[in-house]
Every structure is written in structure tokens, then in C-alpha cells.
């Protein structure tokens, strides 16, 4: 797929680039106690890509927020080709040819692919003639390799990359000369990645500027010609990619080794918990059986739509099984109820955190009593002592700032936020707990806490079953890894006879073969 | 295992987050209502000397008792995610109606009442279940509303439906010199407030409206916190309904004409989010005060009645927009 852009890759980067596009020197800004950003220095030059790294909060966001003129810094200065410019407020920063593909994405599912490319763009007529906006839509589509797509699709039906790279389009129009890539493959499987990375690199041979904000870091290897890490609000010295390593990289945003990032593995017991014998549901295209012990985790892995992230959910009671047989110690299980299955001891963590992990406008205690407030209720009233205290105790457990326990969880990092939707279920004494990627868009110390609390967990006799897209953190966490590809599981072994290359080209050599 | 959890506590450590201060606007929200009152009621006393008399005052919380009933008894449907219903006047009708009716062939308060209640909660937790067995509840309500008031208008035939003999007018009587509606909507007002702040149900009441999606996750039931919140509001419907027939001994399919409009701006300017998951009867007990207070000054003023709606309805736009603002800018300093 990449092809195509590598025959006439580092035509520019190579060559004496005139100066930088973008300067950015000694740039402050503070939210009431916190130094969000602290003096922070960097350069972008034509037709680079600069990575963007650092852990939520080290503040990357806020960095992006000024450029895209969202926020005004409180001192410090932005130089726009060798002159000084003001980004704020986002007019500005869009007048000045900055353009920023968000997380979330803005384009209107209700409307098609063609009045989206329109929707905010100047200099197009308010008619919307639908053949003038389907022929300008063919065109622009092309550039983010979506040519195959009909501009009268509704947004709404196409696949997240699909919505990313239109996202991305939508900005071409503008002539955007300075893209900010936030995170934008934190929802994406690996092939989509691909897609997006392809543009990008593409884009920047056409000579614009991009700064790729993300928490993977393989991707930073294949796209990236620099590197820029922020700590705690401050620059470190950009450094060309080609001189630094995974580790190198993780040093320098840690400012430590990671060799502590996984917990140790407790060898776990024999006691069988739980027995699934031929599962098929939604998702799935074969049966699917595999066991879990008292203190195991068993890690699924595959991309989007393998059906790892199928066998968890309907062992959660979320989709209907169609047949099967599972065992939860001695008992029959009866699928298909949410609630059912809640009842038993299955706890649920899911993928989407802000769709359906937390309740983010309630504070803090509440969503983390939310799944046990009726043990800590009796007669149906609530007691306030017995429900700060077991949520100050999770609180305390997972490091999160017992004393703001009242705030509102939106008042909190996505890292925190995530320790808070896993910590929830805690307190409702699981016997089998179930989480689907984890630490997505989580920054490495929130990972490390989580995968040690899950190891806790485990200690107590808990056993895990973890889906994630993330064959680093399957390998470094699992005690036994299955892999699934489009709707079957294709092998099921203990973590010891994987490697991280072997499980890599498990996830991914199918493709090939199918 | 234990150097693995001495290596956690370090990232904790390191990774321990500091997170701004920020005034939460569930903690400011009750100050700015009674900044809002505060600030009408000197309005009042400094250009309407008749303001501050006991009989005023009696008159105001009157007029705030029957639309602060309704609306406390609303909030936990519009807390649940349910938005508000579009038949209060015809609900809190049918009550009436029915109260005087049963008054009139020759029924006992206590049974009469009783009754009312039963009938009233019969009729809202059907909504409850159509609504929680998902159709939109703007469009449910607005139907039951169409229907009462069509079977009521053809049992009644359009005329007015007498207490008879039997008539007490107890619903205008004073107990230590405050009128009974005032008593029961203050009971009310914190029987309902303890109900959704300190109790599992109240809790799942909000929760399911701040999030449906995470809340289901967590084996709490959108039909059960829905019909429970149509439960309650059904109290609410039928006790007013029960006062005001109870003080005239008399109602018609008419009664209660602009009790919806006056129910959702009591609770929207009391600060619930119509979103749901976010508010508290209390403070829309608190709106239906200020907009009785602003009201009656309206009254003492000579304004007309349309005057009064136009003034209603422009205090209920400046306070949303003004919480509104509130709740955007404290999402940006996040």
C-alpha cells in the first residue's frame, strides 16, 4: 500500500531546507497550580514529520490547543516562516495554515461524504448542487487515498480510518501547510494504521509539515524523521529518529528504564474457573473454546473485528450467544444478560471509556462505587461513611488523588480515567473480570499501575480474560495468549512459547494467506 | 510478587497526577439560585413596598407550592435521561378531575385520595414502560397528554365537575398560619431530595442519566429507574391535583392550563440539566420559588398576564443560557 509514496520519499526531507516552517520558543502556559507547558523550544521544517511524545500530561494537549489558537499562551513565542505570529484566536491559527485531525472525530454522520469535504470551507458556493459537490469531493478523496469511495456515502457508514482520512481531507482543502496529528490511530487496527501513516508520509513528501502526536511508538519509527519528548511541560531536544531506539525513546519520556512496565507472573492454580466449550455469537465464525484458571490471565489478541473482542463481550452478557456451553466453577452460565452475568461475578471493562466505561459528569466516588453501591447500602440506603471508604481504598490503590474523590472523573487525565473505569469493579469482588483493550490511549505510568493491579487481582483468585490490539501488552501481561482472526481462533499457547515477533506475525501473516 | 508491588508503588509515585483545582458547579449551583432570588426579592421590596407583608409572602409560596410540587416530583424523570414530560396539565387534570369527581358521588377523602393516587401512578408507569422500552418520551408524553385530555373532555362533556355536598375546603386551610400546600411541598420536596441523593435507586437515577451505555454495563436497569421516576412523578400529579380540588371543590378538562410551561421552567431554572444526569429536586423546588417570587412582583406591578409569560419565559432562556455558559467554561479550564 505504501509503495507508491516510498519511490519518491526524502525528495525534500534530504534537501537544504530553507529554515524552519514553525518555531516555537520558550512557550509558557499555566492552569491555575499546574505549569502546563514550562519553556517549551522546538522547530518544524518543511516536509518533516516531528513526533510528538510524552505522557498524558507532560502537555502535549495544551501544546496542541495554542497552536490551533484554542487557548492563549501566557508567554513565550510562535514564529510562522521566520515571522511572528499570533494563533490565537482559531480563525488565526487556520489563517495561518495550521490545521489540526482531532481524536474525536467532527465530520456530521447524518450528512454524505461530499457535504462534509464543504461543510466550514470558504469560497464554496451555499448551493450545494450535489453533482458539482460529489466531482470537487472525487478529487480531493483521492489525496487521502479514498478514491475508491462514493461521495454520497453517508459518513455514518463509513469504517473509523475511512472517517479519519476524510477528517484528514477535510483539512486539505484549507491548504493547511502545518497538519497536528493528534493520536490519530488510537482507534485504528494495525492494517488501518497503515492507511493513515501512508497519507501522512505522503503528505509530508508534498512538502507540508506534520507534528504526530501519539502514544504508539512503532508508528513514530515508520513515520517520523525527528523526535520531540515533553516532561512534565518541558521540550527535550528534538533528535532525528535515526539515532534513537523503542527504549532510547522510552527513556527519554520517562526519564527512567521501563523494565519494571509488566508485573511479575504468579504462577496461578490449577482450579479450573472458567470453561468455554464452543462459543459461537456474533463476531465469530468458529466455535471457540478455551478455559480460564483461578488467577490466570488469558490474553486475546487480534485486529478490529478478529472476534477476540467478540468472545469477551458475550462472556459478559452483552451479545446473544447462538451455541455453546460455558462453566463458571460448577455452574451452567446463562448468557445473553448483562445483568445475569453482573450477578455471577463478571465484571466488564470495555473498550470505549468515554462511551461506556465511566459517567464522566458524576464524580469520582460515584463512578467508582457505581457497580457495588448496593453492598454498601443497606435497606437501600446509602451509607456515606462505608462507600467513601471503599472507594477511597480503590482510590488509594490505583494512585489516584483520594482527596478529589469528589470532583467530576471529566477532571481527570484519559490515564486516570481508565485506572478509574478498571478500579470500579474492584470493589464488587469479582471472580472473573473482563477488559477490552485496557490502556488504550493510556500513558505508560497509568499502564504500569493498571497491569499491577491486575496482577493483584489475580493473587486473590480472580481470573483475567484481556482482548486488546496491543500484541506488546498481550505478550508482557498474559499467562496464556490466543490469537483470532476474522472470527476464529487461531492458536492458543502458553505466554512462553511466544515471542513478540511470532505473535506479531501471527495477528498480521493470516492476512496473507486468507 | 512483593518487589513487583514496591515497583508499582514507584510509578505511582512518579505518575501521581496533579490535577487543577477547579470550583465544581455542582457545589456552586445552589448559591447562584439563591443569588438569583436573593437578588429579585430586593428588586421586589425596594419597588414594591406591598412585597414584604405576611400575606404576600403567604400568596407567593402559594403560587410556588403546586408548580414546585410537580416539578420536584419531575426531576428524577428528567435525571433519569428522559427529558420532561409534555403532559403535566393534562396528568395533574385528570387528577383533579377525578379527585372532585369521586368527592361528588359521595366518596370518603381518604379512599378518594387514595384512589386519585393509585389511578394517577396506573397511567404514568405505562408511560414509564413505552418509554423505557425505547420510544422518544417527548413523543409518549405528548400522546398520554392528547388522550386524558380527550377521554376526560367526553366523560366530563366540557362541563364543570362539582365536589357536591361532601366539600371540605381543606386545600386552602392553614396549619400554624402556612398554608397546607406549602406544608406538603415542603415534606415533598425533602422526601424526594433524600430519595435521589441518598438511596441506591436515587443513585441509579442519575447515573442512568449521566450514561446509559456505562450504567447497563454496570447491571443497573434503565426500566426499572424509568418507571420508578414515572412512579414518582405520578405522586406528584396526583397530590397537586388532589390540593387544588381540595381549595375549589370544582375542575374542568381545562384545569391546570399553564402548569407544563410553568413545571419545565421551574426545573430548567433550577439548574437540572435537561440531558439528564445532572440536578436535584431540590433546586428545582428553588426554581419554582424565584419564578413565583418575579411573578407575584409582576402582579403587585400591575403587569399583564401576557406580560407576566413573556417575563417568565425571558427569566428562564437568561438563567439556562447563563448555566450553560457556566458549564461550558468549566469544561474549557479543564
Same mark, same amino acid.
Given at each position: ?12 526531507i534530504g ?7 514553525l518555531t ?11 505549569q ?25 494537549? $495544551? @501544546? &496542541?490547543?495554542? !497552536? *490551533? ?5 501566557d ?7 521566520? =515571522?511572528? +505570529? ?19 472525530y ?5 450528512l ?40 454520497? $456515502? @453517508? &459518513?455514518?457508514? !463509513? *469504517?473509523?480510518?475511512?472517517?479519519q ?8 482543502? =484549507?491548504? +493547511?501547510?502545518?497538519?497536528?496529528f ?29 507534528i504526530?502526536?501519539?502514544?504508539r ?7 517520523a ?5 515533553f ?7 528534538t ?6 531506539? &523503542? ?15 509488566f508485573?511479575? =507472573?504468579v +504462577? ?7 470453561d ?5 455469537a456474533?463476531?465469530?465464525?468458529e ?36 451455541s455453546?456451553?460455558?462453566l ?12 445475569a ?15 461506556d ?15 457495588w453501591?448496593?453492598s ?42 481508565q485506572?478509574?473505569a ?9 471472580r472473573?473480570?473482563l ?10 505510568g ?15 483468585g ?31 499457547k502458553?505466554?512462553?512459547d ?17 | ?13 512518579v ?5 487543577p ?11 447562584i ?58 396528568s ?21 385520595i ?25 413523543i ?13 373532555s ?25 398554608p397546607i ?12 431530595t ?87 429536586p ?14 407575584n ?38
Amino acid at each position: 500500500m505504501s509503495d507508491k509514496n516510498n519511490t519518491n520519499k526524502s525528495s525534500q526531507i534530504g534537501g537544504a531546507t530553507p529554515g524552519p516552517r514553525l518555531t516555537v520558543r520558550r512557550l509558557s502556559k499555566r492552569y491555575g497550580n499546574v505549569q502546563a507547558l514550562d519553556e517549551v523550544d522546538f522547530e518544524l521544517y518543511p516536509g518533516e514529520v516531528m513526533a510528538l511524545l510524552g505522557e498524558n500530561g507532560a502537555g502535549k494537549s $495544551t @501544546l &496542541v490547543k495554542i !497552536l *490551533s489558537g484554542l487557548v492563549q499562551p501566557d508567554s513565550g513565542a510562535i514564529e510562522i516562516g521566520g =515571522r511572528p +505570529a499570533v494563533l490565537f484566536p482559531s480563525t488565526r491559527s487556520q489563517a495561518a495554515g495550521v490545521a489540526v485531525v482531532h481524536q474525536e472525530y467532527s465530520s456530521v454522520p447524518k450528512l454524505t461524504v461530499a457535504e462534509n469535504l464543504v461543510l466550514g470551507q470558504k469560497g464554496v458556493s451555499s448551493l450545494w448542487l450535489p453533482r458539482r459537490l460529489n466531482t470537487r469531493a472525487r478529487k480531493l478523496l483521492s489525496t487521502v487515498g479514498l478514491e475508491y469511495l462514493n461521495p454520497r $456515502t @453517508l &459518513v455514518e457508514q !463509513l *469504517s473509523v480510518a475511512e472517517m479519519q482520512l476524510l477528517e484528514i481531507a477535510r483539512l486539505l482543502v =484549507r491548504d +493547511a501547510q502545518i497538519l497536528i496529528f493528534d493520536e490519530p490511530t488510537a482507534a485504528l487496527a494495525d492494517r488501518e494504521i497503515e492507511r493513515v501513516l501512508a497519507v501522512i508520509k505522503q503528505l509530508s513528501d508534498e512538502g507540508r509539515s506534520v507534528i504526530y502526536v501519539t502514544h504508539r511508538l512503532p508508528e513514530v519509527f515508520r513515520v517520523a524523521d525527528r523526535v520531540t519528548v515533553f516532561r512534565n511541560g518541558r521540550s527535550l531536544p528534538t533528535k532525528p529518529t535515526s539515532e534513537l531506539d &523503542v527504549d532510547a525513546v522510552i527513556t527519554m519520556m520517562l526519564g527512567r528504564d521501563l523494565g519494571t512496565m509488566f508485573p511479575a =507472573r504468579v +504462577a496461578h492454580h490449577d482450579e479450573l474457573l472458567l470453561d468455554v466449550d464452543g462459543l459461537l455469537a456474533t463476531g465469530l465464525s468458529e466455535p471457540v473454546s478455551l478455559s480460564l484458571h483461578c488467577g490466570e490471565i488469558v490474553g486475546l489478541t487480534g485486529q478490529l473485528g478478529s472476534g477476540a473482542s467478540a468472545v469477551v463481550q458475550s462472556l459478559a452478557g452483552m451479545l446473544p450467544l447462538q451455541s455453546g456451553r460455558v462453566l463458571l466453577g460448577n455452574d451452567n452460565l446463562l448468557l445473553g444478560s448483562r445483568a445475569a452475568a453482573l450477578k455471577r461475578g463478571i465484571a466488564y471493562c470495555t473498550a470505549d471509556r468515554k462511551k461506556d466505561g465511566i459517567f464522566s459528569g458524576r464524580p469520582i466516588r460515584e463512578n467508582l462505587s457505581s457497580p457495588w453501591v448496593r453492598s454498601v447500602a443497606p435497606n437501600g440506603f446509602i451509607s456515606r461513611r462505608l462507600e467513601i471508604e471503599r472507594s477511597s481504598e480503590i482510590g488509594s490503590r490505583f494512585a489516584i488523588d483520594v482527596k478529589r474523590l469528589s470532583a467530576t472523573v471529566s477532571t481527570l487525565s484519559g490515564g486516570n480515567q481508565q485506572k478509574v473505569a478498571v478500579g470500579k469493579w474492584l470493589g464488587a469482588q469479582p471472580r472473573v473480570m473482563l477488559l477490552e483493550e485496557p490502556t488504550r490511549g493510556v500513558d505508560i505510568g497509568a499502564r504500569a499501575e493498571i497491569y499491577q493491579r491486575l496482577r493483584d487481582l489475580c493473587a486473590s483468585g480472580v481470573g483475567i480474560i484481556v482482548a486488546s490490539s496491543d500484541t506488546s501488552e498481550i505478550l508482557g501481561l498474559s499467562d496464556t495468549i490466543a490469537t483470532f482472526y476474522r472470527g476464529r481462533m487461531t492458536s492458543i499457547k502458553s505466554h512462553e512459547d511466544w515471542t513478540e515477533d511470532a505473535l506479531v506475525r501471527e495477528v498480521m501473516h493470516q492476512e496473507a494467506a486468507a | 510478587m512483593s518487589q513487583s508491588s514496591e515497583e508499582g508503588k514507584k510509578f505511582s509515585s512518579v505518575f501521581r497526577e496533579k490535577i487543577p483545582v477547579v470550583g465544581s458547579l455542582e457545589v456552586l449551583m445552589p448559591y447562584i439560585i439563591i443569588g438569583l432570588a436573593a437578588v429579585a426579592i430586593i428588586v421586589s421590596v425596594t419597588i414594591t413596598p406591598s412585597f414584604l407583608t405576611a400575606d404576600n409572602i403567604r400568596a407567593i409560596l402559594r403560587n410556588a407550592s403546586i408548580v414546585g410540587i410537580v416539578a420536584v416530583a419531575m426531576t428524577p424523570v428528567t435525571l433519569s435521561g428522559n427529558f420532561v414530560s409534555l403532559a403535566i396539565s393534562q396528568s395533574a387534570m385528570l387528577a383533579m378531575v377525578s379527585y372532585v369527581a369521586l368527592l361528588g358521588a359521595g366518596w370518603h377523602q381518604a379512599p378518594a385520595i387514595l384512589i386519585v393516587i393509585v389511578g394517577l401512578i396506573i397511567v404514568g408507569v405505562i408511560q414509564g414502560f413505552i418509554v423505557a422500552a425505547g420510544l422518544n418520551p417527548i413523543i409518549t408524553t405528548l400522546a398520554a397528554g392528547a388522550i386524558i385530555f380527550g377521554v376526560v373532555s367526553e366523560m366530563t362533556g366540557g362541563w364543570i365537575v362539582l365536589a357536591g355536598e361532601n366539600f371540605v375546603a381543606w386545600g386552602s386551610s392553614n396549619v400554624v398560619g402556612i398554608p397546607i400546600q406549602v406544608l406538603i411541598f415542603l415534606v415533598f420536596t425533602v422526601l424526594v431530595t433524600l430519595l435521589m441523593s441518598r438511596t441506591v435507586i436515587g443513585r441509579e437515577t442519575m447515573l442512568v442519566g449521566a450514561n446509559r451505555a456505562t450504567a447497563q454495563i454496570g447491571g443497573i436497569s434503565f426500566t426499572r429507574v424509568t418507571v420508578i421516576a414515572f412512579v414518582i412523578f405520578s405522586v406528584g400529579l396526583a397530590i397537586a391535583g388532589v390540593l387544588n380540588g381540595a381549595a375549589f371543590g370544582q375542575a374542568t378538562a381545562v384545569s391546570f392550563p399553564a402548569l407544563t410551561i410553568d413545571v419545565i421552567a421551574a426545573l430548567l431554572v433550577g439548574g437540572t440539566a435537561i440531558q439528564g444526569g445532572q440536578g436535584s429536586p431540590l433546586r428545582s423546588a428553588g426554581g419554582a420559588l424565584l419564578i413565583s417570587v418575579i411573578s407575584n412582583m409582576m402582579v403587585l406591578n400591575d403587569f399583564s398576564s401576557g406580560g407576566r409569560l413573556a417575563v417568565q419565559g425571558g427569566v428562564v432562556v437568561v438563567v439556562v443560557v447563563l448555566l450553560d455558559q457556566l458549564r461550558r467554561r468549566q469544561v474549557m479550564r479543564l
